[in-house]
């Protein structure tokens, strides 16, 4: 179950979001974006396994941030947290409205979307087992649709298709193309959001990331490679000349091998539906969790902080943030939700990289059931290549990141002024009420 989530929070990035970075740079320029990325992944999963499997907690990177650096830093990482699983959604809802618009052109794209974002919710609600079980399903068929689609499109792989306008920017479109290489595996660290709920955590969290990364990294390769050598990049950008970018790549690949009627064509885009409906409600799950955490320790309602009395889900949660997502889905922006989810994501990624390493030297005692290999090598290179990455977004995106960091400055303010205070009086009070028998304050 643990695969199935690592590998359904990320495998929407597969079907759509990625070809997004292909005008800027090109089949190459997205080509090294992308490989970098991977180091990235492959350096910081290993190191987040570790900080998961010591503190098992549903929090992620709040808790671990929380513990080794401070409240304050503990509160900026949940915030990036909840940015990235809150605003991923609504951009991975556009595609199964436009997917699902090729079977029902008479329904509305945001009709699907949103009719999406309540039903996957709802099932949220009704269990932790039964979402994981059927995440796991849709997963399995997921994969086993862009095995289909390799297995397809390959045999028509033309090499010279790869280098038909590869780079067309330069080092500018490698620039460019960061987020959208992102978009590949962003939200696999989903998996240690699970780990209260998980059984014997220490062992099966590793086992959850590894085999997830692993198959992610096959299908990314696969995805690319037989995606653009059918046509060339363009043909899997844009439905027509002129036309606006597509959120439909593989759709728009496997048209120029089997037209767009044939009932190959409909069994690969009905099952590729599979893909983002993974994506799409193990995200909410992660995303539940990590919204619930910061309730629970009272940095929001308290509300948000409590499970339904018969589903043991964080329900209050799920709703809050299925509102929030629906309202970012309504704005039509899929590229800009896709680099703000990437903000949150790579926030993310160098908090956790700093705290693991703070942690080392400040708990060496801690229990560490895993330790990530090349210690510290491993997180050095995760945090170098985020802090790139984050750089890069920040040049070319400095109206979305004034967004980004705005709504974190913001939310910091009234943390540290209002739930700061709040949150000391009470323990001043709790401190007070726990004083030991036969002692008063004066004494």
Not at 75 to 80: L, Q
Not at 134 to 163: S, W
Not at 250 to 256: E, N
Not at 373 to 393: E, G, K, N, R, W
């Amino acid at each position: 179950m643990l695969w199935g989530l690592g590998v359904g929070y990320v495998i929407s990035g597969m079907y759509f979001g990625w070809n997004l970075g292909l005008p800027e740079g090109g089949t190459l320029g997205l080509a090294i974006a992308t490989f970098f990325i991977i180091i990235l992944y492959t350096t910081f999963t290993f190191s987040y396994t570790e900080l998961a499997c010591a503190i098992p907690r549903a929090g992620g990177v709040f808790d671990y941030a929380n513990r080794a650096l401070g409240r304050n830093s503990g509160f900026i990482a949940g915030m990036a947290q909840i940015i990235e699983f809150v605003f991923a959604p609504p951009a991975i809802a556009a595609a199964i409205g436009a997917y699902f618009h090729i079977f029902l052109p008479q329904v509305p794209v945001v009709a699907i979307s949103i009719s999406a974002y309540i039903l996957f919710t709802a099932l949220n609600i009704a269990g932790v087992k039964a979402a994981a079980i059927f995440e796991l399903v849709i997963t399995i068929l997921a994969v086993f649709e862009l095995l289909l689609f390799a297995g397809i499109t390959l045999p028509h792989f033309k090499a010279e298709n790869l280098a038909i306008n590869a780079y067309p920017n330069g080092y500018s479109g490698v620039w460019a193309c960061i987020p959208f290489a992102i978009w590949f595996f962003l939200g696999l660290e989903g998996v240690a959001n699970v780990a209260e709920e998980t059984i014997k955590p220490q062992r099966t969290i590793l086992m959850g990331f590894g085999s997830a990364l692993a198959t992610l990294i096959i299908l990314c390769v696969l995805v690319f490679v037989s995606a653009i050598g059918v046509g060339g990049w363009e043909a899997i950008v844009y439905a027509s000349p002129g036309a606006a970018p597509s959120d439909s790549p593989l759709p728009l690949a496997m048209a120029q091998i089997t037209g767009n009627s044939g009932w190959v064509y409909h069994l690969l885009i009905t099952i590729g539906l599979m893909g983002l409906v993974a994506s799409f409600h193990g995200i909410i799950l992660a995303a539940g969790r990590a919204t619930f955490e910061f309730g629970r320790v009272g940095y929001v309602s308290a509300a948000l902080g409590k499970v339904h009395p018969r589903f043991k889900t964080p329900a209050n949660a799920l709703i809050a943030n299925m509102v929030v997502g629906i309202l970012a889905l309504l704005s039509g922006k899929t590229a800009e939700i896709i680099t703000l989810a990437c903000f949150g994501a790579v926030s993310l990624y160098i908090i956790s990289m700093i705290t693991m390493l703070v942690l080392r030297k400040k708990e060496p005692e801690l229990t560490r059931p895993f330790k990530v290999p090349f210690y510290p090598l491993s997180p050095l290179v995760a945090l170098s290549i985020a802090l790139v990455s984050m750089i890069a977004m920040i040049t070319l995106n400095p109206g979305l990141s004034l967004i980004y960091f705005g709504i974190l400055a913001l939310a910091f303010l009234w943390f540290h002024f209002i739930v700061k205070s709040k949150l000391d009086g009470q323990q001043r009070i709790n401190s007070g009420n726990t004083q030991p028998a036969g002692r008063t304050t004066e004494g």
